[in-house]
């Protein structure tokens, strides 16, 4: 990767996939760069009472929605995460479980009608090309991967001499010789049996779906790729308006009309949603390898170009807070968001708004790079009490290994890794550390979150003070562990999010 950003030969990627036409405007006036809407556009611009709002799903009177689910999982897909795709992928028959089975405070059944949607994090990166590059791979860049891993095992094998193979990561889950499958770009089913699934139920295709390899970019860039999943004139939510020849055979949207709309995001590091791609060989951004003595590409760039923190501590390395900043390309921090090397998170908050705005009630769960959360709300939606983001402490590496107090993972530690190494790689510390209790042994670690959590948890509903009888609280964001061994926590926070917000069909 390091030498990957010196190729000056990298082109940039493209900014929209799988768009509806090619003339750039911007969706709702919000300067998110986008195809226009098209008049045959079914992306709930319409409004059935004349409003120019539809009902929100849930509303029996919204059409086409009843209790319409959309549930998007953006999925990392580099080196780190076979463990992490296994995790969630054994998690999913519990999601499909759940899903299923909501019920409202009253104890009635919910009758929820779903769609599924996978992508991954890569929304390609110049850095990223180069020979080491898998031949066979393509960036998805928020498109939708709908083919069952066994097809795509060649994905689960790492670069270098002596790459890393985690082809368990789909065997385990996936079926080799009967793998399940959707029909459509999207897994759909509901609570009357009725499913788009080939080979197997709801629950199997999506563990097939799920994994997706480790040879993606290691710039990931989730919340872009979000954007461009959820991208309202995309061929897989805009069939109709298509005319890009590779999703021709496209017939039904993702994205429904006043849906509910989930995101899942899962990584274990910092968002690198790129603007200005000059960044990636800028020293201005780059922390010094030790073993060089310079300044050197690495993924720190994306910590560097988008947090700043505050309140360092020379003793303890710790900080009183980072928070997600628009910096230049001269590293001036607090810029106008047109001139910030990442694009501003206002792009992702405006889309979301934009989508709410249309009908769409919107949630999301990141399963992010925080410590791990040791009690959840007995209630609905059982979001994080305690651990987890309460828990999340800024700080930079330290020596020596993680059992004698340090950060360095044991393995690490014995092939001369040093805390010096680790910062000059991600340009702050570990969020947390995976321990497998029963092996003994530690499983990897992640980056804290600054910029995904920060949209998530611009979704969330604060009380108002100045109304003392009312509570107008809403949770709609829940942040758990990657570094947890066990997802479910995670899937139970999600479908308690989902439960919270819709309502029986009458």
Not at 78 to 83: K, V, Y
Not at 270 to 280: G, H, L, N, P, W
């Amino acid at each position: 990767m390091a030498l990957c950003a010196l190729l000056s030969s990298c082109a940039d990627p493209a900014f929209i996939l799988g768009s509806t036409t090619t003339e750039a405007t911007t969706i709702d006036s919000l300067g998110v760069t986008g195809p226009p809407v098209s008049p045959s556009s079914s992306d709930g611009l319409d409004s059935s009472d004349g409003s120019g709002t539809p009902p929100p799903c849930g509303d029996p009177d919204s059409p086409g929605c009843g209790n319409a689910v959309d549930l998007l999982f953006v999925i990392d897909n580099s080196g780190t995460m076979g463990e992490e795709q296994l995790n969630l992928a054994t998690n999913f028959g519990l999601l499909v479980e759940r899903l299923q089975t909501l019920e409202d405070g009253a104890g009635n059944r919910v009758g929820v009608d779903v769609n599924i949607m996978v992508t991954t994090t890569d929304f390609d990166n110049r850095s990223c090309h180069g020979p080491w590059t898998n031949p066979s791979y393509t960036p998805a860049k928020g498109s939708p991967i709908y083919t069952p891993c066994t097809e795509r095992l060649e994905r689960f094998t790492g670069f270098g001499d002596d790459p890393l193979v985690v082809e368990d990561a789909c065997l385990l889950v996936c079926d080799p010789d009967a793998p399940a499958a959707p029909e459509d770009h999207f897994i759909h089913f509901d609570t009357l049996g009725d499913d788009n699934v080939v080979g197997g139920g709801p629950a199997e295709a999506l563990a097939c779906l799920g994994p997706q390899g480790i040879d993606g970019c290691g710039y990931e860039a989730p919340l872009e790729s979000m954007l461009q999943a959820l991208n309202p004139d995309a061929c897989w939510n805009d069939p109709e308006a298509c005319s890009d020849p590779r999703w021709d055979w496209l017939s039904q949207p993702f994205l429904r009309p006043g849906s509910l709309l989930a995101v899942a995001i899962i990584t274990d590091e910092a968002d690198c949603s790129v603007r200005d791609f000059t960044i990636m060989g800028d020293v201005d951004f780059m922390e010094v390898d030790p073993s060089a003595g310079t300044p050197q590409p690495s993924s720190a760039l994306c910590w560097n170009a988008g947090v700043v923190c505050s309140g360092l501590d020379p003793r303890t390395g710790e900080y009183t807070g980072c928070t997600a900043a628009d910096i230049d390309i001269d590293g001036t921090v607090g810029v106008d968001s047109t001139e910030a090397v990442l694009h501003p998170l206002s792009r992702y908050t405006d889309l979301l708004g934009a989508l709410e705005a249309r009908g769409h009630e919107i949630l999301m769960l990141g399963v992010l790079g925080v410590p791990e959360v040791t009690e959840h709300a007995p209630g609905v939606p059982h979001q994080p009490t305690a651990g987890g983001l309460e828990a999340l402490v800024y700080r930079n590496w330290r020596d020596p290994d993680v059992p004698a107090g340090g950060d360095i993972l044991p393995g690490e530690w014995s092939d001369g890794v040093r805390a010096a190494n680790k910062q000059f790689e991600f340009g702050i510390g570990p969020g947390c550390t995976g321990y497998d209790a029963d092996a003994g042994t530690y499983t990897g670690q992640a980056i804290p979150p600054v910029r995904i959590r920060e949209v998530c948890e611009s979704l969330d509903t604060p009380d108002d003070p100045a109304t003392t009888q009312i509570d107008e609280t809403r949770i709609r964001c829940c942040v758990e562990s990657i570094c947890d061994d066990d997802f479910s926590p995670a899937i139970e926070c999600l479908t308690g999010l989902i439960e919270q917000a819709v309502v029986p069909v009458k």
